[in-house]
T-cell receptor, first 106, second 115 residues
């Protein structure tokens, strides 16, 4: 089956720093979503991004489907950005990556 | 749009007991998914429905697990004869349309602890 790998697995930042999270996938997919899982377990949709670039406030994402990767950029990080970030690719269901655990300290 | 709703949010049960979780998807979403997530791992696919039809079941879904979506609206996930290894968060998600062209939305999850 399709493999989805994320890097880095852990990231520690000071408030205000920028970061880039990467998602690699092993086969062609129909779409890709980025999620933020908060400390209470809620998976919050960040982007639906099968290809191209999207921006939402301090967050932006780019997917290069032909090269099978996606990037999530977080600028001017805040403590509320802490949590786990997942990318998930869609074949006939979502297959989740391994996640990046982000901790932002004041 | 009230979002995907799951009930109960937390359940503690003794080993060997049966438990049932309910999921109410976003109104008019015809796809409904169940996932399981253990600590430190990403969500793992269990099963999904297109309306009332169960289209795929993961090998993770042993014969102690059963899911239904009788009228194509809400869904239930039942675990019979629970084991400690069943302790996890069970996530429900829904989407509109037939395939991957639509955003999938997740509920807040149902935490199961088997003691």
């Amino acid at each position: 089956g399709i493999q989805v790998e994320q890097s880095p697995p852990d990231l520690i930042l000071q408030e205000g720093a920028n970061s880039t999270l990467r998602c690699n996938f092993s086969d062609s997919v129909n779409n890709l979503q980025w999620f933020h899982q908060n400390p209470w377990g809620q998976l919050i949709n960040l982007f639906y991004i099968p290809s191209g670039t999207k921006q939402n406030g301090r967050l932006s994402a780019t997917t290069v489907a032909t090269e099978r990767y996606s990037l999530l950029y977080i600028s001017s990080s805040q403590t509320t950005d802490s949590g786990v970030y997942f990318c998930a690719v869609y074949t006939d269901k979502l297959i989740f990556g391994t996640g990046t655990r982000l901790q932002v300290f004041p | 749009d009230t979002g995907v709703s799951q009930d109960p949010r937390h359940k503690i049960t003794k080993r060997g007991q049966n438990v049932t979780f309910r999921c109410d998807p976003i109104s008019e979403h015809n796809r409904l998914y169940w996932y399981r997530q253990t600590l430190g791992q990403g969500p793992e696919f269990l099963t999904y429905f297109q309306n009332e039809a169960q289209l795929e079941k993961s090998r993770l879904l042993s014969d102690r697990f059963s899911a239904e979506r009788p009228k194509g609206s809400f869904s239930t996930l039942e675990i019979q004869r629970t084991e400690q290894g069943d302790s996890a968060m069970y996530l429900c998600a829904s989407s509109a349309g037939m395939g991957g062209g639509n955003t999938i939305y997740f509920g807040e999850g149902s935490w199961l602890t088997v003691v």
